[in-house]
């Protein structure tokens, strides 16, 4: 069995053994798809160092620093991949997955794909990725170069019924299938509301040190996909139970909203259902974001041209702007509008802090720019100018759901739908959920599965020696 870092170890890579560190840190960049890069799996680069940026205020137009995680440098290019690895260890170690015998289908609507071709590979497994015909050519190419088949399913971001559908196909064809649904198995969400949760909670007291924010987050902002990076928020609202926790889905397919549907072009969120693994009966409010001024938006930050504007005309540093440009991808500048909302909708300060993430980057959207190049033409100094204003100075407080009791309910309920009528949970699993303590024994679980893989490390170099 191939293993990599235990969730402390993702965590604090500092406490990775010195051998396995260092090798590690050689094959970063050099060897990108060697094995011991699953002990890059952090939001920690090679110095130890948080992988954040604080986003200029030029840019958003309020004081309250926001802090942006990004996953450009994970391996795979996307902090999914961190789930990935979580959901496929959780499942070798309990014996549910046999690398010699079971072949995977990693049902995505891309970037946790991705990561589960990259991971399978890297764990000596047979992957297939069940994906959306509609998604980025880029996402296609990314998934065979690490060696995954792809089995492709009709629509685009919010068509995850299909995906369900294909991987029951897939299920049935043999017991040699494993299906590992990052919308249902709580590695996933174990990965995010410790590693990422815990990352937050250093990383806001790393800035106070700093003389940035008090050493707080204020709020957590992040679209839902899967609805695995949100549960970082669990964790930081039980070191700040004041901390206040804000979704966001696409205007185009509004489902928490107001049972909207609809496509959209967001990729990596707005799924059109509630995922088994959010908790949102924990969530303060939710607040829907429009796809074009998400698209505008990046295509704004990855123009030469159009980013010198907010260095000349606004004042803004050349290198966070430079930055900007390459470490984005759409839901990115999705979640940073998102934070924008959320500083204004709460009346945050100059010593609040807002954090959210970049799942990905630009490298995955070259040809959606392309397209957007060509239906408006590259952008000068006005039309730059006029997209700063609009899209992200602008950013407004329209619609915003706060997240009452009764609101939080509804939200649960919708799970029903999917989870009860179409994927085999009960009614009794369901119910199960409205208490805080079924989150809470799946958080515990963490100790559980590190010790466990402590033990199997052990065990390997007794026999070994």
């Given at each position: 069995m191939i293993t990599g870092p235990t969730f402390e170890e993702m965590l604090r890579p500092a406490r990775i053994e010195a051998g396995t560190r260092r090798r590690a840190r050689q094959v970063r960049d050099s060897?990108?798809?060697?094995?011991?890069?699953?002990?890059?799996i952090s939001w920690r680069d090679s110095d130890d160092r948080i992988m954040y940026f604080l986003l200029p205020p030029q840019l958003t137009g309020v004081e309250t620093p926001i802090a942006v995680l990004y996953g450009r440098d994970f391996p795979s290019g996307s902090h999914k991949v961190g789930a990935a690895y979580s959901v496929l260890l959780e499942l070798e170690l309990f014996g549910e997955v046999d690398p010699a015998q079971h072949t995977l289908v990693w049902p995505s609507t891309g970037n946790y794909g991705i990561g589960g071709a990259w991971v399978g590979g890297r764990m000596g497994c047979d992957s297939v990725v069940v994906l959306p015909e509609g998604m980025s050519r880029e996402r296609f190419e990314r998934i065979e170069q690490y060696g995954a088949r792809i089995r492709r399913t009709v629509g685009s971001e919010s068509n995850v019924k299909e995906i369900y559908d294909e991987t029951r196909r897939l299920r049935e064809s043999g017991?040699?299938?494993?299906?590992?649904?990052?919308?249902?198995?709580?590695?996933?969400?174990?990965?995010?509301?410790?590693?990422?949760?815990?990352?937050?909670?250093?990383?806001?007291?790393?800035?106070?040190?700093?003389?940035?924010?008090?050493?707080?987050?204020?709020?957590?902002v992040s679209a839902m996909g899967s609805a695995g990076t949100i549960a970082a928020g669990d964790r930081l609202k039980q070191i700040w139970p004041q901390h206040k926790i804000v979704g966001l889905e696409p205007q185009q397919c509004p489902t928490l909203y107001n049972n909207g549907y609809g496509a959209h072009d967001i990729e990596g969120i707005g799924d059109k259902h509630v995922t088994w693994i959010h908790n949102v009966l924990n969530m303060d409010a939710l607040m829907c974001i429009d796809d074009r001024a998400c698209k505008q938006g990046l295509q704004l930050l990855s123009e030469s041209r159009a980013r010198q504007v907010l260095v000349e005309r606004y004042g803004a540093d050349p290198a966070l702007v430079a930055l900007l440009g390459t470490h984005l991808g759409i839901s990115g500048v999705c979640n940073i509008l998102g934070a924008i909302k959320t500083v204004r909708h709460y009346g945050f300060g100059a010593d609040d802090l807002v954090v959210t993430v970049a799942t990905d980057a630009l490298d995955r959207y070259h040809s959606v720019m392309v397209d957007m190049a060509r239906q408006y033409g590259e952008l000068d100094e006005a039309a730059a100018t006029g997209r700063i204003e609009r899209i992200f100075r602008g950013a407004g407080q329209d619609w915003i759901l706060p997240g009452t009791p009764d609101v939080r309910q509804r939200w649960h309920n919708l799970k029903y739908y999917t989870w009860v009528e179409q994927q085999g949970k009960t009614v009794e699993e369901l119910d199960a959920q409205r208490d805080p303590a079924w989150?809470?024994?799946?958080?515990?679980?963490?100790?559980?599965?590190?010790?466990?893989?402590?033990?199997?490390?052990?065990?390997?170099?007794?026999?070994?020696?």
């Open positions: 060897e990108p798809q060697d094995v011991h890069n699953l002990f890059n017991d040699h299938i494993r299906i590992l649904n990052q919308f249902d198995l709580m590695g996933n969400y174990r990965f995010h509301y410790y590693v990422t949760g815990n990352t937050i909670a250093e990383l806001a007291d790393e800035l106070a040190r700093s003389g940035i924010g008090s050493g707080v987050a204020s709020a957590f989150w809470e024994a799946g958080q515990r679980r963490v100790a559980e599965i590190d010790g466990r893989l402590l033990r199997l490390r052990a065990s390997e170099a007794t026999a070994a020696s």
